[in-house]
């Protein structure tokens, strides 16, 4: 067997910037920017949008006096711009850098002239045809071709190149139907729901493992999965590597060990990183049908996680919640910080909080054998 270094990872769908990026190249930057402005208004309302250009106004060597710290050594500079928040760094970036910092949005619309993106649009513009041509590796997945006038034709270089059959080719000017394509490809993009039900605690106030308590006529591990298949397209059982071999359901064994529920998440992403997580514990025995079709409807893709306020504080519940795929890389950097609670992690992040139709049953925590005799009586 061949030799491998290091482990084998499942690697999230980035491109440069982000899993969603359009690069609009084959136009002077001023035509991109006056381009990418206008689709940007157009789907702020539904979509967050970011946009990379570069500094076309100065070069390496502008001459200036000193007027902020960087001119006198610092290596990152910020400022509260009250409206804004502002970040200079002198240090370099690469696609490492640039996926943290726009995990918050939901596309980014990148100046093609400077910068590579998974997708592109490309402009048909005279002014820009022999440097295009010189362009063609990046040109690897074309979403639209745009005609800056009636007279525009496309090149024979792009017709060897492309497929052009395939691809949908406007005028410049069809901004709704331009904006119209990239929603189409948003939804299609739109991360698979997957359900996680999580049994790996140990079950110490109960005295009995938990997720085999019987309340609805089986076990509840087995009563949550049937519940989360109606409404995932794929469901598993997170749990201890010891409790593996016991369970005949698709599961997930903890690869970040002694972390309680925040393990069972991040192994969950680990193991698909591109999915949503909709996240139970068996702890919570009254959830029922209602409950999870109202997170699932109410689930806001924009945001970190959608879930509930709890009943008892005016905090979120951590442990019946959709996770978004860009919440992963923000719970590994809580756990960077010292912190394995996936509430902390709602409490400090931008997320969708729905009030639960009859919150204070459906919502209720099971920890006591004395508790699970008044769950009963209720069901």
Not at 209 to 236: A, M
Not at 262 to 281: C, H, K, N, Q, T
Not at 321 to 335: D, K
């Amino acid at each position: 067997m061949k030799h491998q270094k290091h482990t084998a990872l499942t690697r999230p769908n980035f491109g440069t910037f982000h899993r969603n990026e359009w690069a609009i190249i084959g136009t002077p930057c001023g035509q991109i920017k006056t381009l990418s402005y206008q689709i940007i208004e157009k789907m702020k309302e539904k979509y967050a949008v970011a946009y990379v250009d570069a500094d076309h106004a100065h070069g390496e060597q502008v001459v200036h006096s000193k007027t902020d710290a960087l001119d006198f050594g610092a290596k990152l500079d910020y400022t509260d711009k009250i409206n804004f928040h502002r970040f200079d760094s002198k240090k370099s970036w690469n696609k490492f850098q640039y996926r943290n910092h726009f995990n918050d949005v939901d596309m980014v619309i990148v100046n093609g002239n400077h910068f590579t993106a998974r997708h592109q649009i490309v402009i048909i513009d005279p002014k820009k045809e022999v440097s295009l041509s010189k362009k063609l590796n990046r040109l690897t997945d074309v979403s639209m071709i745009l005609m800056l006038d009636n007279d525009s034709k496309i090149y024979s270089f792009l017709e060897n190149h492309l497929e052009i059959s395939n691809i949908p080719i406007l005028k410049i000017t069809e901004l709704d139907k331009i904006v119209e394509i990239l929603s189409s490809k948003m939804q299609d993009k739109k991360p698979p729901l997957y359900g996680l039900v999580l049994v790996g605690g140990k079950s110490t106030r109960m005295g009995k493992d938990k997720s085999q308590i019987d309340y609805h006529g089986k076990p509840q591990q087995n009563h949550v999965h049937e519940q989360l298949s109606q409404t995932c397209d794929k469901v598993f059982i997170s749990c201890r590597p010891d409790q593996e071999h016991k369970i005949d359901l698709p599961t997930i064994s903890d690869s970040f060990i002694g972390l309680g529920p925040f393990g069972g998440i991040v192994s969950a992403f680990r193991e698909y990183p591109d999915a949503a997580w909709l996240v139970i514990a068996t702890d919570l025995p009254l959830v029922n049908k209602n409950t999870i079709t109202q997170l699932v409807e109410n689930r806001n893709i924009s945001k970190l996680a959608t879930a509930f306020n709890s009943p008892e504080n005016e905090f979120p519940e951590p442990l019946i919640t959709i996770w978004e795929p860009r919440s992963y890389p923000v719970l590994l950097q809580f756990l960077t910080q010292g912190y394995s609670c996936p509430r902390k992690v709602l409490i400090n992040s931008d997320v969708e909080l729905l009030d639960a139709d009859d919150a204070k049953n459906v919502l209720k925590n099971v920890n006591h054998p004395n508790e699970v005799d008044e769950v009963k009586k209720l069901l």
